[in-house]
């Protein structure tokens, strides 16, 4: 089988790329609906910044992940 | 709303405290069980890249698990 | 195709790390970012000795801007992250957002055009000096085994989950915070430099070519510099604001007292 096109050097920075697009549009979207909620109803702000920061972690949980193992993996 | 349920006073009064102190410790508990996992893989012998895999997920909810005691949210 | 270029011009093409490395200037103790930092240590000085030669009530221009620079680090960052303790050390934070800033606006003068922020031995130190006056700011209020157990231990934990979390509590403070600060200084200034080369030596590595379609290009690179330029201002002072309000904000946590 003839090789038709091959990508050399490290590929893990491709796979760290393509794995922080999710985590980004998700971080966004989180403080999109906190800074929503807390313009429509501002006395709720104190009350969503459990959710705001349980939130934000699970999903940066995520990008974080790619990060490590982006320069971890040989 | 009339009662904060999650009343609770949080270690960082200021929101780029909390926000160094959620990815921080998200790093940290990612990055210290990783590598306890690796070393557990090493030196027990286990199939190629579970202890490390496992050794982050553990991190990561451990991390999680401490940013919601620290900043009472 | 830019390999040809280069031959033909001799300009250093593609930025490396080489080029962070100036020449030494008179043997290999004085180099120019030594003298950078004299020379930052120097500006600071005089700045705040000359406009506070003869305070008067109704404040000078100069004496505006050195109470306004103070003013903004003792309410805007110490009071804010440590409360009323941090009037007290409202002075070394003014002086080390000061000298961060000066530094790094070092990158975009003219005649001086790196940072010496873009050697991480230089962020290495500042961090260091926050590191270790954090622990012993809380080593000395608390004694050393309360603190310790104050760092490490939660409250209201069960027994078994404190396996768990003691070792990502003890390297997010010992090891993540200090290095963390170093990092993100230093890479903020490598990056803003290596990009500002980028567009002005590739500007010139287009200009230097034969089509006339590719010289035309050019003008998009330099434009490119100048936008860059503008934004490496912005990251200059905001990584020096970023810098002191986390050094604030970890010495407020050694301050403070058990929940």
């Known amino acids: 089988m003839d090789v038709l096109a091959a990508i050399n050097g490290n590929v893990n920075t491709i796979g760290y ?5 999710g985590p980004a549009i998700g971080v966004a979207l989180i403080f999109v609906a906190y800074i929503n909620s807390s313009a429509r109803q501002p006395e709720s702000a104190g009350y969503n910044r459990t959710w705001l920061v349980l939130g934000f972690a699970l999903v940066e949980a995520l990008a974080l992940f790619g990060l490590v193992l982006a320069f971890a993996v040989n | 709303m009339g009662d904060d349920l999650h009343s ?18 998200l790093l940290a508990g990612i990055l210290a069980w990783g590598f306890l996992g690796w070393l557990a893989e090493r030196f027990l012998g286990l199939p190629n890249g579970l202890g490390v895999a496992a ?19 | 195709m830019s390999r040809e270029l280069v031959a033909a011009e001799g300009l250093p093409w593609p930025p490396s ?7 030494e200037l008179a043997g290999p103790w004085v180099t120019k970012f030594g003298l950078m930092v004299w020379l930052a240590v120097a500006l600071i000085i005089i700045f705040f000795m000359v406009t506070y030669r003869n305070p008067k009530l109704v404040p000078t221009k100069g004496q505006w801007m050195a109470e306004s620079v103070y003013g903004l680090v003792r309410d805007n960052i110490a009071r804010e992250q440590m409360g009323k303790d941090g009037i007290r050390f409202a002075p070394y934070f003014t002086v080390l957002f000061c000298f961060i800033a000066v530094t790094n606006l070092f990158g975009v003068t003219p005649l001086l055009q790196i940072s010496p922020n873009s050697h991480i031995a230089f962020p290495i130190v500042l961090a260091a000096i926050t590191f270790f006056m954090y622990i012993y700011i809380g080593v000395r209020k608390h004694g050393f085994g309360r603190y310790i157990k104050q760092s490490l231990i939660i409250p209201g934990v069960p027994w078994p989950m404190h396996v768990l979390l003691i070792p990502i509590e003890f390297l997010q403070t010992f090891i993540n915070r200090p290095v963390t600060l170093a990092v993100r200084l230093f890479a903020n200034m490598f990056a803003g430099h290596l990009i500002l080369l980028v567009f002005t030596v590739g500007g010139f590595v287009l200009l230097a070519s034969d089509n006339i379609l590719i010289q035309a290009t050019s003008v998009f690179a330099f434009l490119m510099a100048i936008v860059m330029a503008f934004f490496e201002v912005l990251v200059s002072l905001l990584q020096a604001y970023v810098f002191v309000t986390l050094s604030a904000n970890y010495i407020g946590s050694s301050l403070a007292d058990e929940h």
């Open chain 2, 8 to 25: 609770g006073k949080s270690d960082e009064h200021s929101s780029e405290g909390a926000a160094g102190a959620v990815v921080g410790y």
């Open chain 1, 17 to 21: 790329g393509l794995a922080a697009v």
């Open chain 2, 55 to 73: 050794g982050m997920i553990l991190g990561a909810a451990g991390a999680i698990y401490l940013i919601m005691k620290r900043l009472s949210a």
């Open chain 3, 17 to 23: 790390v080489g080029d962070f490395y100036p020449p």
